[in-house]
Each structure stands twice: as C-alpha cells, then as structure tokens.
C-alpha cells in the first residue's frame, strides 16, 4: 500500500526536469528510477540532481524490470511510441501533452489500451488539478451559478515562437482550453469557429491572436483568446456564467507592492509559477494512483481518451481557422474502456 | 459666457426625471425651464421637483422662445420627431439613445442638421463620459499598451424585459457597446458575426445571452457578450488588448465587507449607480456647449453622425443575428459636417 | 427656491482655485462674484477663469452686498477674522480645515455664531461627502458589521513639506482621520496616544510617519497610520472592524493596466483627485443650504462645534506626541447650537 | 542521500493528523513509522490512515531504532520532555509551537541543544514557508521598497474558545506575528504596548481583539490587531511600510463568484486552508534536513532559540497587557549554537 513507487522519465527537458525535481523534491511515494534524453548530457544532469540512472535506450528503460512507471516529457512526435511501449510493458504512463500529435496516433493508443484491457495512460491537461479550475467545477457542479450558458477563456503567453505555423497556436496553446472546457462542462464540444484579427506584430507571421468560438453539445457557447506573443507576462482565466451568476478563476497572487504612483500584482513570465501547485498535484495523484495508495483518491485527471479528443478538437479547430467557416465536430463513439 | 441655459425636458420617465434632478441640482449653468411628457401627472411631479413648468405640447415647449436647448428622454419612436423640431428651431438637443429606431429616420435628421448648416444634436452615448473609458481611451491613444487588437466587452442587467424580441437586445442593449467601441477605437465596424448559446430560462424565450463578433476596418476584433437577464446585477466590462499589453475597465467599489465567510464589493442592481458620473458629466458638457461657456471644454459627446452609425450597425447586427452568417458592414460616406 | 447663491471667495491658491472652478462648472445654483487674494495677480487669474471680480479687500468682499455666502480658502491664521467677518454680517460661510489653528480662536468663532442665534459656518472637512465613507457609515449605522470596535486609518502623502514642524503632521493631516473618525462613530475621542518609529529620511527631520492610537467614550480604539512623506503616492484607507464583520474604503481604480510583468492599478499624486466628488458634493450641499434649495438634502458637514473639536483633539494629539505618555482628554459640553 | 526518513509523531490530534496526512501523501522522502497520541483511538485512527504502528509510550517510541526523527504536536505543557528526549536521543525533531510555554522550559531546551553541540530542534512557525511571507522578506532585503518603518498586522479567527484567559490570545494567536516579525525584518523587538478597545461580546470576557504596539532595536513600529473571535472567518494581513513604497500579503483566493448583487471572494473558517503551503513546504525542508537532501536548500525555519524567543515576547507582552504601560525587552545573548 504505502510502497514507493520506481518512475522512468522519458525525456529532461524543461518539463522533464521539472518532473524529475517534483518526484524527487516534493512527490510523496516516487523517487526517479532512470532519465532517459536523445541529449545524453541532460540526462546525465538531471539524474545527478535527482539520484537516478541515466540510460541510452528509452524502450530498455521503460521495459527495465526495476522501473514501475513511466513518465514521458520528449518531443511531441515520440509519445505515441513510448506510450505503446509502456502500455507493452503493462505500465502506469503519465505522458504530457499532446498524447500524439495526430487522431491516427491517439487512435492507435486507444486501440493498444483497450486491448490490454485497462486504462494505463494518463495524459498531462494539469489545468485539471489547478485548484482555481477545481473551483470552478465544484461551484458549477454544486448549482452556485445555475446552467452554464457561456465560458469566457483567454490564455496569453509573453512571447512563444514567433514565426511558428499559425495552427501551432492552437495544438500547443489552445488545446489546453479545449480540454479543460470539456472536462468542466461536463459535455463535448460539436462545432468550432476561429475569428482572428490582425496579427500582433511580434508573432513574427504567425496568426496569433486568435479567437475560438465552440459551441457544446448542450448549446453552451465557450470563447477563447488565446495570444502567444502578449509581451507583458503569462496570464490564463477562464470565467463561467451560468444562469444566476458566474464564477471565474481569480489571479493568484502572494503579495502585491505600492511603488511610483501605483498598486502592483506580479505576473509570471512562463506558465510554471502559474501551475506549479497544479504539476504538483497532478504527479502526486499519478503516483497515488501507480502505488495503489490506499485507496488514492478519484483524480480528475485526463484519460487516453481525453487525449485522444483533445488531438481530435484541435485539428478540428486548425480546419476552423483554414476554411474561415465553422466546422461541425463529430467525434466517434467513446470505447467502452472509458465510459465513466 | 456665464449664462443660465433655460432646457426644455421632453419626456419625465425614468431618465427623464434623473436628468431634470441632475439638471436643477448638480450641473452648473442650467435650469429646467419646462416639462413634457405624455403622462400629464407625471410632468407636473417632476416639473414640481425641479422647478419648471409643466406643459402639454411638445412641440410648442421646443418652440418656446424661453428656451434655449431641448432634452429628449421620451419613448423612442418620437425622437425623430423632437429633434427635427429642435433643429428646425436652431436649439441645442439631446436625445437619449436612439437618435431614431431606423436608419431612414437618422438619415432624415443627418439631413436636416447638414440643411440647418451647424451641429445642433448630441447623442446621449453617456458611456463616452465615463471616467473609466476615458481612461481607456487616454492609455490607447498614448501608447500605453501599442496597437490594439482585441476588445472584449460584457455588458450584463439583472432582468430586462423577459420574452422581448431578441432584436432588442442588440438595439437597446449592445448598441452602447457599438458606439463606444467605435469611438474608443476612432474607426468604423465593417463586419458583424451573432453566436448565441442556449437562452437563458430567465430571458422568457428571448436570444439572451448573445455574442457578437465584430470586425473593424484595420482588423481588430470586437467580442460582446451582452446578457440582459443575467440575474445577479449589473456590470459593465471592457479590455482593451494592445501589443503590449492592457488595459480595462476597473469595477468601481467604494467600499469591501468581510461578512460570512466571504469578502464582497457590491454590484448595482442598474445602470444608473454605474454610469452617474458619466450622467453628469454628460449633461455638465452639454450645458458648457450651450451656454459657450468659455471655452467648453472639448467634448467626447456623439453626434448625430454617430446616432446615424448606432442605429446602422445595430441593423446590421440584427440581420447578423437573424442570418447566422457574417454580415458586411458598409457605411455611407460621413457628411461634411461631421468630418473631425 | 432656486435662486442662484453668489459666492465670496477669499483666498486663491490651490484649494481657492479648485473651489472656483466646481463653483462656476461643476455645481448647480452658485456663481462666484468676487475673488480676494493677497496675492493680487493670484486674485484676478482665478476671477477671469469663473467671470468673477477680483476685489482688494477681503472684508469689504465679505460685507458686498452682491455676496450671499463666503467661502474661507486663505491661509490657516486669516480663517478666524474672515469667518467671523462673515458671521457679523449674517452669511453662509465654508472655511477651509481648520476653523482656526487655536482652540482659544475656535472658541470665539463659537461664541460669535451663538450670539448670532442660528448656524452659518460650515468647516471644509470634505471626507464626510466622499462616497466611501458615506458608504462605511451607512453599513455601521444599518448594523451591517455589529458594534464597532477598531477603526484603523492610513493617511499617507507622496511628499509633505519636509523638515517642516513635527506637530503639523498631526494638525495639518491626521486631523482629517480626527474628524472623521468622531463623525463615523458618532462618539467623542477621550484619549491619545502617539507612537513614532524612526523618521523617514525623506522627511527631513519631521517625525514622520506617525502612528496615532485613540480611545473614544465607549471603548472604541482608533489607530491612524499618518505618513507624509511616503513617496509612492497618495493613499487613504480606512476600516471598520465590527463584533461579526468589517467595512473598508475599496481603493478606487476607474481602471487596471497589464504591462510588464505586472497588473497595475494607478495612485494618484494628491487629495484632489481622491476626493474630486467629495469636494464637489460638499459645495453642492453648501450651496444647496445657502440657497435653501426645496428642501436641502440633511449633510453630513461639519459644523464650527466639529471645527473646535477637531482643533481641540489636534492639540490633544501633539501633547501626547511632546509628551509620549496617554493624555486624557475631557471636551467641554457641547453648546446648545450645535445639539443635534 | 536519497534514503527516506521515518518519523515519529507524538500527538494526533488536528495538527498531528494533519501532518500524519502529509507526510505519508504529500512530502517526499518520508513516512510515519509510529504515532502516540494520550487517546489511544485516536492515534489507532490516524495511524492506519497513513500506514504507522501506534505506540503506547511516548518516550519508547521517541528512543526507538526505527525513528530518524520526532515530531511533536502533543498538548503545550508536554513540548519540553518531548523535546528534550528527542535531544537526548540525537534525533532531529520539529515541536509545533510553543517550543514551552515558559521561558525557563525553553532555556532547558536551549542547554540541552547546546550540550548536545549541534541544532536539532526546529519550531513550527509555519508563516516563515508562507508564499506570501517569502515574498515580502524578498522584496524588503532586495530594497524594494527602502528601508522598513512600519509593520502592520492582522490576525483574526472567527471564534476561538470565548472566554479563555486574555493573555492566551497573545501566546496562542499574537505569537504568530511577534516570530514572523522579528524573521522577517531581522531585528529583535525591545518594547511592547498592549491597548484594548472595549472586547467583543462574543470572546465571552476574553479581551478580544487586543492592539499590540512593539517597537524594534532600530525604530521600526509593529502594530498587530488579533482578534480571534471575529466571527466573519480567517483572515491574516500584513503590510510591510518602508521608506518609499510598501508591501503587503494578498489574500490568496483561487477564484472569485458574482452572485446576488455582489462579487465575493471567499474566506477560510480556520488556518489550515490558509497555510496549507506553508505546512506543506515547513515538512518538506525538515524532512530534506533530516535525511541530508542533496543539499537540503536553505530553510527559513525557526530554530529552538527563536522559540525560546517567541515566548519570551509572548511573556513580555502579556505583562505589558497587565500593566498597561509600555515594557522594555532586554533579551540575554544569544547562545553562539544560534549565530547565524
């Protein structure tokens, strides 16, 4: 029950040392059992500082009979290869965003884990352990604001690759919202439109901002500005109206400075310090989860099939921004391995 | 230049009476001379109040030499009507919103004001005062946040006519966000877009909330969220985004409770605690215009240009609502008189 | 009733010119008809700006026939002869804090408008018209928070007159918070003691801050935060700590800028802009009286027994500042004039 | 280095339990080897829920192999033998505060700890891991805000056992702010004032709220309103005032709800929502300690001198309430084990 449990960590990047840290520093239950990254000095690095192997073969790794979970932070393309071999391996497999970067790939996953017959992999939407966007569920699920009629999201960043092809913003960016919005409403999303106005002139090209307008199966409307390149720091809200009220994430701040004639509240620079109780949370319930801790708590974390939609609404989304028009999303049956 | 302006009110209903309050005991400069409204009893009440004269025909109280600018604040089908009276006069009006519910009938009153030769019509967009969009527009127009790209605006009443044609809440209600992000902007509207959600329960079988997704001619995108069955009070918000950054309209609050549990700002429970300054401050400028009180101050007042364009664009937004597509906007030329 | 009241205003400075311009552009029913400065250019700036007439002699100027109310903005040692000047001729009369910088000089103004046998003076304490507090007092009075039983006040400026006296901290600023305070909580102050940190180098050799602790008749404790020289900006606050809960003055913010790496709301370098509406609602209701405008809106203005008080606690304060030690302070009765 | 550390707990009451929760599920590096709690059933409970063995022996289970380190959360009087056995046994040990609730009990502990050559204790003055807190002694020692003048305090719960001797709400409540104090500014504190307005009827006779009034070796003021029995919920401020602008805690809040005429943020009914980090991080830096982490960062905890400290102020004040004067704190030296 209370066994600590072996993480393998593909990939010692940002995000994964980021990980490797919090297992090691801040996650009870874990240590890092072996890091594996196509920069073999990284992995070295990092396993220094976190007490773990370095290893040159990812797929040895998430088979090496000492590791008891596998936590997948590498280059978008790879997921969808060490998923399968995690799931091969009958392996809890914490994988970050996006599970993979076409339908056909999440496809190919859900098909691996519904023939291993049960549910493995857990996908990195950490928004869903933010305790603001907790909030916002427990309010919307207790009745406090009534039906839900409209989501107002806005997700900017201070600068985030300007140049980058214009769907890049929202399969990297705005598909956070397209996860979080459904796994808050409680519904799926049937029909997107992106507006964009002239574009900032520090994206470089890119289309950016853009506004999103998605339209749920129960008729909800949700609006979202995401706008990569805002320049002043990176800020996220989300505010939900329902019927007799709303409810809205509020901006998270320690302390807040009087100096030269104003009122200041910081804001981060990246999206870390915004999310990092959330990170903390999400890999503490993973964990909970790998050692069967007695019994963890029902997490709200995403599932393969989470994954698989949040590939599925953002490409649909791309087609929205393409074609100017809106597009009618039909997203296929939910498997039976993850129905509720 | 420091003379009385002796105002002819026409019309003592709810912002009737609030003007003749303001106009006899806050504003300098003015008395309310006399009083027309088609209720008798309720002119000799306010006339009363204020001190003026209560009269039964409208037309002869504008004629009256006596007076010296005319106030509209009847029901809107009878502006045209008033205010081609007042020009017909050579007197100074204001007209509460609409200057006319048809684009013919502002049309006719351009004409008219354009024949009489010199403006003599202020629309009551009173938003146009508001210490908040003031600042708003003073942070745009020194750079403060680089070039804008996205307005968001929300514009929420408790209750407000529940089972109302849907129209009307583009007409009475969002009209004030047309026209006062045309001016915030200094640019015109071209393109208008309608999605609305599930209506609220509370709207009685109105399109209530709505979303409207506009476009200005240099492409910065405009999204309304107006909801005039809201339930818990009335708010007005407006973010201004720039290349570098934002800025928004504050919640003005002159007090915080700590009671219960929870630490609360108050909400009005209507326009008028919300936008009094902005009342004031309107009918203060009207007034210096009138009696050229010297100088008058320049005055960010609409004109019956911009009563023109309110209406035109509401049109377009209701055709938009009623299309479900993008409706292209395309004014006619501004007439001579009202170039800047 | 709605006769228009002529206004002498005696001294032009800052505060004799801001008054002039609300008198003659901001408030209903008043003009200025003459304008006495010892500065005499001072004198005939301010009168072109309103239409008024500069004059040469003050007290001539208070004894004009034309003159129906005298309006007292010179400074602190003048206040006392012109407002007893005015009460000699029988007019109105608002005199800027303090009454007079003496008790013994308050003291005479009491006993010459009790001979007088009616109220004409009222004391330029604006703060009890400011929104806020009007708001604070109506939640104490409603019983919204309980029985009172801390008040704590912050009162500070960006910069004030460096190495000026250390008693002037108390008379020129914190007597604000002395007289609001007793208004707020409708009870007198029996007992003050002040404590000093280290003087701010800004200050010049002024003790400043202050912290000023006062104990009022039924055990109420006042603490007041003044600070002088604080040099970020202008700031007041004020909380009412309740038996079940608090009110606060809110920092009001018309809006809220995001640049930077932060969300910024703005302060502003004086008073003027803190309390515009306070200064403009406490002419209104001066002038309202004057005029005997249908029927006068009762006012919180204070009267000279507030203005004695005020001086009286004031010098309480700077014994107890000389001393260090609590000083017990016991009120004459109040006189039958001023009874409520 | 990475080996994990087995505590033991004495006292399983709330915060015991509470700790019990986050060591085995939220703290890396540690589990709960044994509990001991005065009511056998309750350490039972606690210790199945986090997979210890309850013991029957306090200073059985503090000697025992199996332990690498004791926490103690047991009744106030029990602290010291605790403390002093965990001394004895050489094992590091974290005592909720008090350290003891005499001086004379804290400097056994302080001989023992100096006699034992090395430090072992650390107090639980939680706020010192507080976000908020961190952030505010960062912003001062980086100079952003000049050098400090005034410190303002607030600490409010909404009830806390009405009627208890008053001076319990100084060394149960107050002592909170008299450790963060003197922490986050650097300095000792060498006199103290204690005011009382008239109490709440609801503290039951308890004198509540209470005004501490403390000065620091270099003249910084301190002024801390504690009133625990404040009805409304939990509430902790501070406002750091230095010579050219300030710094304060923001009242941490993950999302703000419009509803029934006002926009709320909620409020915890008691501490542990509030300093739900701060307990989180405090067992996090002792656990690392403990087991010699790789190097352990360095921690702000506090040690058994400046618990020894806290009750001395704590002690002081209490006086000061009696006396009602102002008490002059002449602390002895500080033991060389303690230099910094």
């Not at 997948?72 to 060490?82: F, K, L, N, R, V």
């Not at 409307?221 to 706008?227: G, H, R, T």
């Not at 104003?262 to 990246?270: I, V």
Request: proline fraction near 7%; aromatic fraction near 6%.
């Amino acid at each position: 029950m209370n066994r600590e449990v072996t993480v393998g960590l593909i990939g010692a990047g940002v995000m994964g040392a980021d990980h490797a840290r919090l297992l090691s520093g801040a996650v009870a239950g874990a240590r890092v059992g072996g890091i594996y990254d196509v920069d073999e000095a990284r992995a070295r690095r990092v396993a220094q500082d976190s007490g773990a192997r370095p290893l040159i073969d990812p797929l040895k790794l998430i088979a090496d009979e000492s590791i008891d979970a596998v936590l997948i932070a590498s280059s978008d393309p790879t997921h969808e290869e060490y998923v399968l071999a995690a799931i091969a391996a009958g392996k809890p497999v914490l994988c970050e965003k996006p599970l993979a970067p076409t339908v056909a790939g999440c496809q190919r996953i859900l098909d691996a884990e519904t023939a291993y017959g049960r549910r493995l992999v857990t996908v990195g939407f950490m928004r869903r352990h933010d305790p603001g966007y907790l909030e916002l569920k427990r309010a919307l699920d207790d009745g406090d604001i009534g039906a839900p009629l409209v989501l107002h999201c806005v997700h900017r960043n201070p600068t985030n690759n300007p140049g980058q092809p214009s769907s890049n913003v929202i399969t990297n960016s705005a598909v956070h919202e397209l996860d979080v919005s459904r796994w808050l409403l409680g519904e799926e999303i049937v029909e997107a439109t992106v507006h964009t106005p002239r574009p900032a002139r520090a994206a470089g090209g890119t289309a950016d901002p853009q506004l999103l307008i998605l339209r749920t199966a129960s008729g909800t409307l949700i609006d979202v500005e995401v706008f990569v390149n805002a320049g002043y720091g990176y800020e996220v809200r989300c505010e939900l109206v329902g019927e007799t009220g709303t409810v809205q994430l509020d901006t998270p701040s320690a302390t807040v400075a009087r100096r030269g004639g104003g009122t200041t509240r910081s804001l981060p620079m990246d999206w870390r310090p915004r999310f990092a109780e959330a990170y903390r949370a999400e890999l503490q319930h993973w964990v909970d989860g790998a050692r069967r801790a007695n019994p963890p708590a029902p997490s709200p974390a995403a599932t393969a099939w989470d994954g698989y939609v949040a590939t599925y609404l953002a490409q649909a989304c791309v087609q929205a921004f393409e074609t100017g028009g809106p597009v009618a999303i039909e997203l296929p049956n939910r498997p039976a391995l993850y129905q509720p």
